[in-house]
């Protein structure tokens, strides 16, 4: 009951609160025990690997760690590994888009297919997966003989490293999407289609605005793929050094002549990115819970 300025007692609306949840029934030292065990394996698996890269990186000192990232076939590794997720990501968002919403938004027969055919890379092999481009556009594959007779090259260059890196990594954008979008229905597209929306006015609208955050979730995982594939890109690439070697590759190389720093120097770059990588996705994670909740707060109260 409250009362008006008027003084006449009207009725509140209750406040919905969320149930308690309930405790939990396990003792504390299993609890100890379990929490236990998995820092121990962070820690064994995660961090002092890690660790272990920044501090063989900086051995030498800063100026050789610098010394070694500068060095021109680094560098050219570096710039080819940022063209390639550059051409990669762009790629697969689109795809991803594209995919999520045909799978979500609509039922045709081989939908089940294309939900197990979008699943292959995490099934096959990234070697496999190089192999099968040098059958398709080698020298002596498919057709191989027709881009030879045109002066076209695919596999020991830009192009098979950017078709083997699109392969592997096509997956991520599409399964965030999907299931975002298969738990947010089709309620809200139908709606905006009997309001007289079109269908790019309802993406833009309706569509997109639900799924921004996991959008943002995939491309994040792709590219942090893209950044760091080694095995499609070794078998497609030809490691030609200076031309054709990604970052991953240059490590390799660089650890097989005994390079140890400044592998380890380069090899740190791609730490930053599955730090940075991790980081992001937390943050858009709790982002994604906080717009989740505020809007079934807003639909309790509407």
């Known amino acids: 009951m409250e009362r008006t300025a008027a003084g006449v007692l009207t009725m509140s609306a209750p406040t919905l609160r969320p149930p ?11 609890r100890v025990l379990l929490t236990s065990v998995a820092l121990l394996f962070l820690v064994a698996f995660l961090f002092v ?4 890269i920044f501090v063989e990186a900086l051995r030498q000192g800063w100026g050789a760690y610098v010394a070694a990232i500068n060095e021109p076939g ?18 697969n968002a689109l795809f991803g888009l594209t995919a999520a919403w045909a799978v979500t938004k609509f039922d045709f027969r081989g939908k089940r297919l294309l939900t197990t055919l979008i699943d292959l890379p995490f099934a096959v092999s990234p ?26 090259k695919i596999i020991f260059a830009l192009p098979g490293i950017v078709l083997a890196t699109i392969f592997v990594s096509f997956p991520f954008v599409a399964r965030e999407l999907i299931a975002v979008m298969e738990a947010s229905g089709r309620e809200e597209e139908e ?3 009997l309001l007289g929306a079109n269908g790019w006015q309802t993406f ?7 799924i921004k955050w996991a959008l943002l979730s995939g491309v994040i995982l792709c590219t942090a793929r893209a950044l760091g594939e080694f095995g499609a890109v070794s078998v497609v690439s030809g490691r030609i050094r200076g031309e054709t070697t990604t970052v991953p590759i240059h490590v390799e190389i660089l650890y097989n002549e005994y390079a140890f720093q400044a592998s380890f120097a380069v090899a740190s770059l791609l730490a930053v990115v599955a730090v940075v990588t991790l980081v992001l996705q937390t943050v858009v994670e709790r982002r994604s819970r906080q717009t989740g909740a505020g809007a079934a707060e807003a639909a309790v109260q509407a």
Do not use: K, Y
Request: charged letters at 10%; proline letters at 10%; aromatic letters at 12%.
């Open 20 to 30: 308690p949840r309930p405790g939990l029934t396990e003792p504390a030292a299993v």
């Open 49 to 52: 690997p890690l660790a272990f």
């Open 74 to 91: 680094a560098r050219a590794a570096i710039w080819l590994t940022l063209l390639v997720a550059a051409l990669t990501v762009p790629a």
């Open 127 to 152: 070697v496999v997966a190089g192999l099968v481009f040098v059958q398709l556009f080698g020298r002596r594959g498919w057709f191989g003989p027709w881009l030879f007779e045109h002066d076209i």
């Open 191 to 193: 709606a905006a289609g």
């Open 204 to 210: 833009m609208r309706v569509t997109l605005p639900n």
